[in-house]
């Protein structure tokens, strides 16, 4: 019923910026919030950030909090994650995803996900 396709990803240096994409199609039926996940190699996928429907509450993992930025523009279906300051502990596959309980930072929430996107950071 819905697909969440994810770009913007690919290698930057440490210390760098890059912009990530999430466009949503097909029927979404309700109000929903959007979250951004990512999973590294050999760990367990995990919370990154999430925004309401509004736009006015965010949240965001202590890990990433004060360098990354989710953004979402709800004429587009789209939702954004906006990464500066980039370390190599970024480095992951980055994973966008439709709620429809509210911004949660349980995967289990969640009840669609993209296909992910690879961003690497070298140093």
């Known amino acids: 019923q819905v697909q969440l396709v994810e770009s913007g990803g690919g290698l930057v240096q440490a210390g760098g910026s890059l912009r990530l994409s999430c466009a949503a199609s097909?029927?979404?039926?309700?109000?929903?919030?959007m979250g951004w996940f990512r999973q590294a190699p050999g760990k367990e996928r995990e919370f990154v950030a999430t925004?309401?429907?509004?736009?006015?509450?965010?949240y965001y993992a202590d890990s990433v909090k004060g360098r990354f930025t989710i953004i979402r523009d709800n004429a587009k279906k789209a939702v954004y994650l906006q990464m500066n300051s980039l370390i190599s502990e970024d480095t992951a596959v980055y994973y966008c995803a439709v709620s429809y309980d509210g911004p949660q930072i349980s995967r289990n929430n969640y009840r669609y996900w993209g296909q992910g996107t690879q961003v690497t950071v070298s140093s």
């Open positions: 925004i309401s429907w509004s736009g006015g509450s965010t």
């Open positions: 097909g029927r979404t039926s309700r109000y929903y919030a």
